[in-house]
């Protein structure tokens, strides 16, 4: 179809699932010549794949981050470009494209995204054969994360002063997503345990978290200023979104090998397994849903998460013997 609009002319057709509108045409006869062009590329085009790709990316829009929707289209991007004129696409054209990939890790991602675009096409019934079914990941040396020593972390305790200190005393005795903890609401603040939530996508329902209050996070928790909804805020009283540079700036005036928020999840899982506590335990109270995932936390695999998340007081607060004693100052007590 052919039609002026707004005072240009423009073709607009579907082919297949896809459809095909351009406009901005000074006379009509531009845009049939345009048109005929257009249908002919078709035909050497596989539309049903390009259509698929943007049913995808809309699904995506609706229900993913922007994130995930990002990396989406950079990926759907470059399989346009190298799959749009096949008639059919095979499992050797999806490995001829891993294989053209040098990092198994990114090789292994765009593989499960790839799964993902084509399962979404056998959902919907348009075709019945997932082409990367039997392709398996590529095995990946995993590196070893980062996590720092106690002593590191009690240096970084001793520079941070006030409500950052604070903040890094929730963090580390929740073991919370930064995101999470940044969210906290003061009705989140329950007498025995404190509420973190997370979801694994945006229109996912919102996970709780219970994490019992063990001494030191009763502690903190008191001497946090009440004001607005939240226990954090900036200063427009609105949550953070992250506070990439707190962590960065005290790590260097403690003169220590940066890390950040993240690394504290680790260092909390790590210590934990390293006491003994048990992997089923530590899965609850990172809030992971598999205990897989959680063991990507640990160094190695080693009742009650109460009993488990009171193992963390021992970081932040003198011994006994410290106390009786009074042997000089341990500044991750709040």
């Known amino acids: 179809m052919v039609y002026r609009h707004h005072g240009k002319w423009m073709y607009d057709f579907w082919q297949g699932r896809m459809r095909q509108r351009q406009g901005g045409y000074k006379t009509k006869q531009d845009a049939v010549t345009?048109?005929?062009?257009?249908?002919?590329?078709?035909?050497?085009?596989?539309?049903?794949?390009?259509a698929l790709c943007e049913s995808r990316l809309q699904e995506l829009k609706t229900y993913r981050t922007p994130k995930y929707l990002k990396e989406n289209q950079t990926l759907f991007?470059?399989?346009?470009?190298?799959?749009?004129?096949?008639?059919?696409?095979?499992?050797?054209?999806?490995?001829?494209?891993?294989?053209?990939?040098?990092?198994?890790?990114?090789?292994?991602?765009e593989l499960r995204l790839i799964k993902a675009l084509f399962n979404h096409g056998i959902d919907r019934e348009w075709f019945n054969v997932n082409p990367t079914a039997r392709i398996k990941m590529r095995p990946v040396d995993r590196k070893k994360k980062y996590i720092p020593p106690i002593e590191d972390v009690r240096k970084v305790l001793a520079i941070s002063k006030g409500l950052d200190r604070l903040y890094l005393l929730v963090m580390i005795h929740t073991m919370g997503r930064s995101s999470s903890v940044n969210k906290i609401r003061w009705e989140d603040n329950h007498a025995d345990y404190v509420s973190l939530y997370t979801r694994k996508s945006k229109n996912s329902d919102l996970k709780e978290i219970k994490i019992p209050k063990n001494k030191v996070l009763i502690q903190a928790l008191s001497k946090i200023p009440r004001k607005g909804e939240y226990l954090f805020t900036n200063k427009d009283?609105?949550?953070?979104?992250?506070?990439?540079?707190?962590?960065?700036?005290?790590?260097?005036?403690?003169g220590v090998k940066p890390f950040g928020f993240h690394a504290l999840r680790h260092f909390g899982a790590s210590l934990l397994d390293q006491m003994g506590?048990?992997?089923?335990?530590?899965?609850?109270?990172?809030?992971?849903?598999?205990?897989?995932?959680?063991?990507?936390?640990?160094?190695?695999?080693?009742?009650?998460?109460?009993?488990?998340?009171?193992?963390?007081?021992?970081?932040?607060?003198?011994?006994?013997?410290?106390?009786?004693k009074g042997r000089g100052n341990n500044p991750a007590t709040p």
């Open 34 to 50: 345009a048109e005929a062009k257009a249908r002919v590329n078709l035909k050497k085009t596989n539309s049903d794949f390009i």
């Open 77 to 109: 991007k470059k399989l346009v470009l190298r799959w749009g004129r096949l008639k059919t696409i095979a499992r050797e054209d999806v490995e001829d494209y891993l294989r053209d990939i040098p990092y198994p890790q990114v090789a292994n991602k």
């Open 237 to 254: 009283d609105k949550p953070y979104d992250y506070r990439k540079k707190l962590m960065k700036g005290l790590c260097k005036r403690a």
């Open 277 to 324: 506590v048990p992997l089923t335990d530590i899965q609850m109270l990172l809030g992971h849903e598999k205990a897989t995932t959680t063991d990507h936390y640990l160094q190695s695999l080693r009742g009650s998460t109460a009993i488990s998340i009171s193992k963390l007081e021992g970081v932040t607060t003198k011994s006994h013997h410290q106390r009786k």
